[in-house]
Structures are given as C-alpha cells and as structure tokens.
C-alpha cells in the first residue's frame, strides 16, 4: 500500500544553527498562562523525572506517574557506565561535531540527522546542570571532572560516578522533581500503572491508570500526555531490563493511533554474567565501562575450552576483538562486540556452562595499575559479580555473553518530540529518535536527559500554543469507553482460569523472541515466529491462570496484563525484522553480511525510518520517513 | 545445567489487605538451585503456588541487581538477610543458607511504614523527607560550567559515599526505633560535602529533620544496626554530621536566621 511519507519537521538552515534557529522561533507561553495547562507525564526515570521538574518550575501543572513505589526507582537508577558530553575536557579534539559523527555512525546510519547533532549540542548543558543539582562526578586530585572513554569513539568524553552513575543523575533528577512535588508544581503518582492512551478529536487527552495499591481504575485529562515509560527488552524474558520495564504504555499508544518506529531494532549488550539455569528471572549487565581496562578472548583451540583459564598459555589465546579490530579494539561497538562473541561460541570456542560465554581479563591491567586502582575505577561490579557467580575477577578472568540491553526502537516522533498523534510526546528510550540501529555506550543517559531538560520544555510550547488549555475533563465519554475496554480487560484476564502461570508464557515468548529476532535474525526463522506468536498469545487467552482480584495490590494481574501485550508486540518485532531485508547495526539478518561477516547495510533501498500504523484487525500498515543525509556521508560502518 | 539443588522451609508473613490481620504461613521450597537469588527462590515458590490455584506471595521488587532500592524483606530477623554481606535481599544468594533449614520472612516493620499486603510496605514517608528539603534549589539552564568550581576528590568522593544510599529503608527497619537518622544523614551529608549544596545546609538540615520527626520516625541511640544492613555501606559517621550541621543550623536560626 502506498503512503505518504512522514514529515519529522526538521527545520531548514544548516546543521549546527537549526536548534538555536528553532528555539528563536518557538511560541512561547505567557507566565500566567502556563499554570492553566496541565501536563501528564508517565515515567519518573531520566527523561519523565527531568521533563517534569523543568516543566513544573517552569510553571505549568504536571501530574507524574509511575509503576515503582517512588519515583526515584525508575529503571534509569541502574545504569552503571557513564554520560557522553562533548565538553573536550580531556582536551583530545573531541567536539559538538564529532558526537554527533560518532553517533551517527555508531548508529549505523538510520538515525535522524538533525536530532542527533542537537542531541550532542545540548550534552555540555547536561553535565553542567547535573553538577549544579549535586551530581558527585568522579574527579581528578586538581578537582575537575574525570572521563572514560566509551566503545564507539576514539576520545574520552564519558562522565560517570563510579559504578553508579544512573543512580546520581536519576537521584539528581529525583531530587529536583520531590522540590516541585514539595511545592505543589508536580502531583506525583507512584505505585500507578498507565493502561491506555485516551484520544479525543485525534489529540492525546489524557490517560487510563490503574492503582496498583487499591486496584482501581481511573482516569486522567490534560492538555498533553508525556510518554518517558523507557524500552521493551523484557519481549526477551531474560533482560538486563528491571522486571516491570514493559511495552503497555506504548504499545497502547500504538493501538490508539501512534506510530512504532523500528521496532526490531534492539541492543544485545556484549557484557553480561552469562545464563545459568532456567530458573533464572533477569540478567545482570556487567558495564561497558569494564572494557577499558578488561580484555576479550576466548582459546584458540576447543580442546582448551574446559581448561581453567589460567592454564591456557598466551599465545593459545584468542583476543578477536583485538585482532579483527585493531583500531577499537576491545572498545569495538556493542553490535560488533556482540556478534564475535556468538562467532567465537557458535565456532565452539566459548567457555563456562553450555560453552555460552567469553573471558573478559583484567590480569593485564592489575599488573600496570595494581589492583587498588581496578578497584576504585569499578570495585562495586566486581563485588556483584562475586556475588552473582561465586568466583573472585580479581584473581580469574570473568565470564560474560551477550544479553538484551536497551531498545532502540520505539514510537516515532518528530524533531518536536511529538508523535504523530498531537498532543502525545514521547520521550528517552520510549520513543525511536537518537541512536538507529545501535547505541553508542553512555549515550542513553544523555539522550534522556537531553530530551526532559533541555528539549521538550522548548518544543511542548509549540503543541500548547495551539490548543485551548482545560477543554477535555475526564467525564468525556472516550475516557469512559477506555475505561470500560480496562476493565473488561482485566476481567477477562481474571476469569480464564487456566492451567499456566503468566511467567510460563513469558519465558515461552522471550526464548522464541532470542532464538528468531535475536542476535541473528533471517527469513525462515521470522517466518516460523510470525507463526508461533499467535499460537501462544491464543493460548494464554484461553488457557492463563491469574489469581486474586481485580480490586487489590495484585502483582500476577499487573504481569499478566504487561505478557498480554508483549505477546502482541513481540509479532510486530517480527514483522519489522522481516520486512527490513538489509543488515544494520544490531539488525543483522544472516541473508545479508559480507564475505567477512559484517552487516551489509542496503542503503538504497532501506535509508529509511520504518513507522508502522496499527490496523484494527488487519496487518499493520509501514509508513516510511526517508533518512536524508545532507553533512555526513553514508558509509559502510568501519571499526578495523 | 546446575550443579547443587537445596530445600528449604519458609515461615511466610501472609497479611491479605492493610487492615486485615496477618500470620505466619509455612511453606515448602524444594529444589532450589543454590546459584538462585532469595527472589528468584520466591519466585518458584510463588510458580507452585499459582500451579496449584493459590495466591502467590506478594514482595516489591525491580531492578534486582540492588540498587533501586525496591525489595524490602526481613529474612530470618534482619533487614536484606543475614547480613556481612552488605547486600539487598535481590542480590543474596541461596547459597549463604544451609541445607534444609526454616527461613523467616517478614516485611519491613516499622510504624511509618504500614503494611500494604504481605510483604509489600508503604515507604512514602522517605519521599515526604526528601521533598522537606533534600534538593539543590536551581533552575534548569542556569548553572555554571561544570569545571567552573573545582571540587577536592576527596570531597567528591565523600560525597558519592553518602550519596550511594539506595533508598531502602533497611535502616530504618532493623533500628529497634525505627529511626530514619542514617537515610537522612546520608542525603543531608551528600549535598554538605559539595560547594553546590552550602547556600541552603542550614535549611536543608532542620527541614529534613523537621520533616522525618513529623513522620514518626524515632531517634537514634546508638545501636548501629542501620550501618550493619545497609546494603550501600553507608557509616554511622554521616549520623554524626548530620546531628553537627543540626545544631549549627539551630543556633543559626535563633541567632542570624537560616
Ligand atoms: C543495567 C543497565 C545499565 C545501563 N547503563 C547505561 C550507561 O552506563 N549509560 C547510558 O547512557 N545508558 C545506560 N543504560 C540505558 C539507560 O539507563 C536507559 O536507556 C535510560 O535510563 C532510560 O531512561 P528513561 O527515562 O527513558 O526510562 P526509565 O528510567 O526506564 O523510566 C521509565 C519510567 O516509566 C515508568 N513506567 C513504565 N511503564 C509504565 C506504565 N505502564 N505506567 C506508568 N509508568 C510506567 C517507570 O515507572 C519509570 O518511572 C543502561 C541500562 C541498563 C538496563
Ligand atoms: S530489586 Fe532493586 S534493589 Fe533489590
């Protein structure tokens, strides 16, 4: 079917002044005026905590949502590597320019150009905002900011607290957004789940919640809803996600109207404490930031495999990483780093438990610097990984494989942040915009806050200025009909009375989802997923059991809606994947790599953002937005 | 693929509702791999349960490498369980238990912490502190270079130790006062230690402890079992500063006013 393509409502004029041009040229809403808009902003991680703070001490009346039990446990919390920020404190020729090359690039060219470059504009504004609100960055004895560097780039530009660096910005967020709480600027929401999107006149007007202490169901009407709910890795099952991170807040968005961009595209971290037994419920990351002083390697010969490491003499040793890319090294793409450790495995290479993971070897490093100084740079994961796996990093090499880290894809927005429902913005790693078809390291954290700080307070006036605040309340009756399709939902889930547990299916979808749209992806096993999805989704309609009530903390209930829509989703993934006959990034389909085994990116034919539109009972329709490449050029993705 | 199973008997604190009365309830775990976490072995106690048409035990969880501060549990009377380890319930493994034994677990108790079923606790009272006070009071877009003023990294990374509370409340629970003293003394030593957080010490400090003796929190005395759990290693020491920046900002306020 043809469709018009989108239009992302870039703005003209060159690269470095659209945003500044842009921001000029924005409406602005009067002082008095703002307190009569009131905004809903679901999520409280980086991106909904800061856009609610700014948006409330700008003055406008925001409500702010979150499934945890404060805002301050927002999934952002556990990020541990860093923050990207083009400061050049470091004084290595890093710039404005080069961030947004590196990310382009590292994004392997399937990301929108003008978004990107203001995203690395605005990243200097970021540290220094973090640092004014309290943020302790590692420092230097001369008392400036620290760096490491990140994979990806060359230069080191990445700002981080120790091993903790998502919990001081969220908690630096947090605590700006508790200050507005405290005056009254932010009505906060814990413990309460979004359950759909409601639309009125074709205007995102508010949202349908369920609290999660009582079991009620509500409704909220603003005059713009703020989706900041994070990514969809928990498809998988097995994630490095926390284990409420869901789809349902966007999804719903999908199924009332908003556009899902790329959704196949998503990130497999190569760091992770690898699987051990399937009673196992998440997967623990292992920081990137390991990488700077940790090498990769595997033995040359499968007969050393079962051997303790230590046993296998140097020049037995497979550094790949190294080898096959010389100039990053082990600090090589998480895409990239990914894929040779499935190659060294599948060639029957890995080591550990069912031969599924990799040696990440700090000997080199305690022996330069000694091992007080590994320990300060990241003795909290080598802690964790003690704890995780039993065995001491400091004395043995660790264990990792790859696992789902971060989703790329999300709902498609325009260089506003809004999608192409109005009304409805959508920001951090919810929507699709920054980072293509892989992100770089430390690029999520600054991607947030760049969009709830810096972007939307300047872009939502736009929206505003365009509507007549306080016309919708939440008597309307699109918000009872949403309310109603909740409810009988929930009902329904209720009453099947089955003979399977909800995390049964869970597991049953996530290891489908690994094995078919996982690290590799082709024709064949898209084809056989697209067949079995609906299988089992049919099946846990028919055959789920869910205890208790609606109207009660009831957690199988709150898992159960969230499989629900995951066993939706998962197929649209799929279709994604399939349609997209070219390989990118961390979208590699095995029909498309060169002789030497890289993804073979089809320019020509997929430069192009995939946005698919929900048909009720059809096949989703793909609206494409043409990636347009005015400053750099395309070119294939080297790393050697 | 794991090499070691154990079984387990878990003496459950079951509680239906707020206002209903609770019980111990005694449950088996079998089969529990000892590479599982506490929650994943709840988590196949709870598959049991729900197999045979029960309800499952009700726990707060989320991120479950210990650091949102979300799980919450009393495992055989201490906060997070047995304890050396320095860690939260998430991040403990049922290889730190013996084979065969009884295992108690209980919510979080304390009185500003009502019970909302099972083992899932209210812990807004926290969020209430912070709102008093714990904040850096900027508007976004107006700060200064970040290098514009040099911090001592030995300030830097006393603050970050303070800093580093996850928000648990595993202090608060296992002090027999149920005092929030080492939560608030971590955030008030947090924003003490850096350049940014010196124009509002004063204020922060009374309206945080203003706020935290509203909430029914007791006082401290002395007996450190809130440094002994805290799964963020948090020292007794920030207790000390927080009661000297107290007192100054008191004198203060009844002298040159805050
Ligand atoms: C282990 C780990 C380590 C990482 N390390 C790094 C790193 O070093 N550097 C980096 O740049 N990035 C890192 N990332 C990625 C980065 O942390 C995330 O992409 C980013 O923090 C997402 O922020 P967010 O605000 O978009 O979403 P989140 O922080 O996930 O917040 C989502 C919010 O939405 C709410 N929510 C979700 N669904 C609903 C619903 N249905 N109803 C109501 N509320 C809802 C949640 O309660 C929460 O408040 C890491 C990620 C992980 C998992
Ligand atoms: S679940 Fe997050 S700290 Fe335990």
Redesign the pocket.
């Known amino acids: 079917m043809h469709t018009p393509h989108l239009d992302s409502k870039t703005p003209a004029g060159p690269l470095e002044s659209k945003w500044q041009r842009y921001c000029f040229d924005s409406k602005l809403i009067a002082p008095h005026n703002k307190r009569k808009y009131k905004i809903l902003v679901?999520?409280?991680?980086?991106?909904?905590?800061?856009a609610a703070a700014t948006l409330a001490e700008q003055g406008y009346a925001v409500e702010c949502?979150?499934?945890?039990d404060s805002?301050r446990?927002?999934?952002?919390?556990?990020?541990?590597?860093?923050?990207?920020a083009a400061k050049n404190y470091q004084g290595d020729g890093d710039s404005v320019y080069r961030l947004f090359f590196d990310t382009i690039k590292g994004g392997d060219f399937r990301a929108r150009e003008a978004n990107v470059y203001r995203l690395a504009e605005v990243s200097s504004a970021i540290i220094d905002q973090c640092v004014a609100t309290g943020v302790p960055f590692a420092r230097e004895y001369g008392g400036l900011l620290a760096n490491r560097s990140?994979g990806g780039s060359q230069v080191s530009r990445?700002f981080?607290a120790r091993g903790q660096?998502?919990q001081q910005l969220?908690l630096g967020a947090y605590s700006s957004l508790v200050r507005q709480i405290g005056l009254g600027a932010v009505k906060m929401f814990p413990r309460?789940?979004?359950?759909d999107l409601v639309v009125v006149d074709g205007h995102a007007k508010g949202i349908v919640?369920r609290d999660m202490v009582s079991g009620k169901v509500r409704s909220h009407a603003g005059d713009a809803v703020l989706l900041?709910?994070?990514?969809y890795?928990n498809v998988f099952f097995l994630?490095?996600?926390?284990k409420?991170?869901?789809v349902?807040?966007t999804y719903?968005a999908y199924k009332r109207g908003a556009y899902f961009a790329n959704p196949c595209f998503t990130q497999i971290?190569p760091t992770c404490i690898p699987v051990a037994g399937d009673y196992q419920s998440k997967l623990?990351?292992m920081?990137?930031?390991l990488r700077n002083d940790g090498r990769v390697w595997v033995p040359k010969k499968k007969e050393d495999c079962a051997k303790p490491p230590a046993q296998i003499a140097e020049e037995d040793r497979d550094y790949y990483l190294e080898r096959k890319y010389p100039s990053y090294g082990n600090l090589a793409p998480r895409d990239i780093s990914s894929r040779s450790a499935k190659e060294a495995c599948d060639d029957g290479r890995g080591v550990g438990p069912g031969g599924l993971g990799v040696y990440l070897d700090f000997a080199d490093a305690i022996k330069r610097f000694g091992e007080p100084v590994i320990k300060e740079r990241y003795g909290n994961l080598f802690d964790m990984y003690e704890r995780i796996t039993g065995e001491n990093a400091y004395k043995q090499p660790m264990r990792i494989y790859p696992a789902v880290?971060?989703t790329m894809g999300g709902l498609w927005v325009d260089y506003n942040l809004m999608s192409n429902l109005p009304g409805l913005h959508v920001?951090?790693?919810?929507n699709f915009s920054d980072h293509g078809a892989n992100?770089l390291?430390?690029?999520?954290?600054?991607?947030?806050l760049a969009?709830?700080y810096f972007v939307i307070p300047h872009t939502l006036p736009n929206y505003l200025a365009t509507v007549k605040p306080g016309t919708v309340k939440p008597d309307a009756p699109e918000f009872k009909q949403a309310e109603a399709e909740v409810n009988e939902r929930t009902r329904k889930l209720l009453s099947i009375k089955g003979k399977r547990t909800v995390d049964s299916f869970h597991r049953e979808l996530g290891l489908l989802m690994w094995d078919k749209c996982g690290m590799a992806r082709n024709e064949a096993g898209l084809k056989e997923a697209l067949k079995r999805i609906p299988e089992l989704r049919a099946e846990f309609w028919s055959n789920v059991f869910v205890p208790g009530e609606g109207e009660e903390l009831n957690q199988s209930l709150e898992k159960a809606g969230?499989v629900a829509d995951f066993l939706e989703f998962g197929e649209l993934m799929c279709l994604d994947a399939l349609t997209r006959k070219e390989s990118c990034g961390g979208h590699f389909r095995t029909e498309h790599q060169t002789p030497d085994g890289e993804a073979l990116r089809d320019d020509d034919n997929y430069a192009f953002v995939s946005a698919w539109e929900y048909v009720q009972g059809g096949e989703p329709v793909l609206h494409k937005e043409p990636l347009v490449y005015e400053n750099v050029k395309l070119a294939t993705r080297s790393y050697k | 693929m794991h090499r070691k199973t154990m079984n387990f008997t878990l003496r459950v604190w079951r509680q239906k509702s707020a206002n209903a009365a609770g019980r111990f309830v005694d449950y088996p775990a079998r089969n529990i791999p000892d590479e599982a976490s506490f929650l994943e072995m709840l988590d196949i106690v709870n598959e049991e349960l729900e197999a045979r048409g029960e309800e499952p035990i009700a726990f707060d969880h989320d991120?479950r490498?210990g650091i949102c501060g979300m799980c919450s549990l009393v495992i055989n009377g201490l906060a997070h369980g047995p304890n050396g380890s320095h860690a939260t319930t998430c991040q403990l493994y049922m290889r730190l238990f013996d084979d065969g034994s009884t295992i108690y677990v209980e919510p979080f108790r304390a009185t500003p912490f009502p019970i909302i079923k099972d083992l899932v606790v209210h812990r807004a009272a926290l969020d209430r502190i912070q709102q008093a006070g714990g904040f850096i009071s900027n508007r976004t877009g107006s700060a200064v270079d970040a290098n514009a003023n040099p911090v001592s990294k030995r300030d830097a990374d006393g603050a970050m130790d303070a800093a580093a509370c996850i928000g648990c409340g595993a202090c608060v629970a296992a002090c027999p006062n149920a005092s929030a003293m080492l939560f608030v003394g971590a955030k008030v030593t947090h924003f003490a230690r850096l350049p940014q957080g010196q124009p509002e010490r004063d204020r922060r400090v009374l309206a945080m402890v203003g706020q935290m003796d509203k909430e029914g929190f007791g006082n401290c005395s002395n007996h450190y079992e809130c440094e002994a759990v805290c799964p963020a290693e948090i020292k007794v020491d920030v207790i000390a500063h927080l009661n000297r920046d107290f007192d100054i900002a008191k004198l203060k306020s009844a002298t040159v006013g805050v």
């Open positions: 679901v999520g409280s991680g980086l991106a909904g905590g800061a949502f979150c499934y945890q805002a446990r927002a999934h952002s919390i556990a990020a541990q590597g860093g923050i990207n990140f990445t981080y660096t998502g969220l309460t789940e979004m359950l919640v900041c709910t994070g990514g890795g994630s490095t996600n926390a409420g991170c869901n349902t807040a719903r971290h623990t990351l920081s990137e930031s880290h971060y920001l951090g790693e919810a992100r390291g430390a690029s999520a954290l600054m991607q947030g969009d709830g969230r | 991120c490498e």
